[in-house]
């Protein structure tokens, strides 16, 4: 077969029609792609005296034809395997016959077999990581690098709300979290970081601020619904609270008198708050 005749033919019909892409909605619209006569992994350059138009059938019959002309390159048998499946916005499938597509699916594999293959002799990014974190860290993850824009942040956000996890699933949280697989397992946060995220989450930067009555974190909690009920504190746990009490320091109001060791008690009953205040 006279392959590299029959691509010539096709590239030269191409250019001497003297093909302009137009509009959808003009009457004379044809549907063009661009291709490189030269293929880039031959070294063709990406510019105008290297670029055709041709229709979507020229254009994968090109391809074929260049696999053909040369069968030892890996980038072109590619380049055809996507075509025949889809392209990045998963659309432009081309249906081949059985007997193309397996020719082509053979041609395909041998030539992403050992050394050939991109991922030869490499190991797998998520080698070493724990078996359910592999998907989702390491230098290849999907979001590695990159940051969610405001508007998917907002989006993200109200597709969550109002969700509540099964208890099913908090324990599968929890469990997944325990002990040396807790990522702070081991590590002591310093004072420096303790100020910093107390400060950005003063004031209006407090998810929290404001918030009163249904919109309360603490809403609802009574009774069964309480974390807490029908759990006991164990005895380390009591002594641990009680040892917490006994090194925060005594609170005076300065109008009263009153001495305690609350300090939510202090700020809200007593100082500015204090009915002795005049």
């Known amino acids: 077969m006279y392959y590299l005749q029959i691509y010539e033919d096709i590239v030269n019909n191409a ?5 302009k892409k ?9 549907y063009y792609e661009n291709h490189h006569i030269l293929p880039k992994c031959l070294d063709g350059e990406n510019k105008k005296e290297n670029l055709v ?17 040369f069968p030892d390159e890996d980038k072109l048998i590619y380049s055809l395997w996507v075509m025949c499946n889809a392209n990045k916005t998963g659309d432009r499938k081309y249906k081949t016959g059985a007997r193309e597509y397996e020719r082509l699916k053979i041609k395909f594999s041998k030539n992403q077999t050992g050394d050939k ?9 998520n080698t070493g990581l724990p078996k359910e974190l592999q998907g989702f860290y390491g230098h290849q993850g999907c979001m590695r690098g990159k940051k969610h824009s405001k508007e998917t942040r907002e989006k993200i956000s109200e597709a969550g709300k109002g969700k509540i996890h099964s208890k099913k699933t908090i324990e599968k949280i929890r469990q997944a979290n325990l002990g040396e697989k807790n990522p702070m397992y081991g590590k002591i946060v310093s004072k420096e970081t ?34 807490m009920f029908g759990k006991h504190h164990s005895k380390e746990s009591i002594e641990k609270i009680k040892q917490s009490q006994q090194k925060r320091p005594i609170l005076k109001c300065k109008y009263c008198n009153f001495e305690t060791k609350n300090v939510g008690n202090m700020k809200q009953w007593h100082n500015e708050n204090c009915k002795l205040k005049s």
């Open 194 to 227: 303790k100020r910093k995220i107390s400060k950005a989450n003063k004031g209006k930067n407090n998810p929290m601020y404001g918030k009163s009555g249904k919109l309360a974190p603490c809403f609802g909690r009574v009774g069964d619904k309480h974390p």
């Open 53 to 69: 138009l041709l229709t979507g059938k020229e254009h994968y019959l090109s391809h074929k034809l260049l696999v053909e002309i």
């Open 15 to 19: 250019l001497d029609e003297n093909r």
């Open 22 to 30: 137009l509009k959808r909605d003009d009457k004379d619209y044809i």
């Open 117 to 125: 293959n991109h991922r030869y002799g490499k190991k797998p990014w």
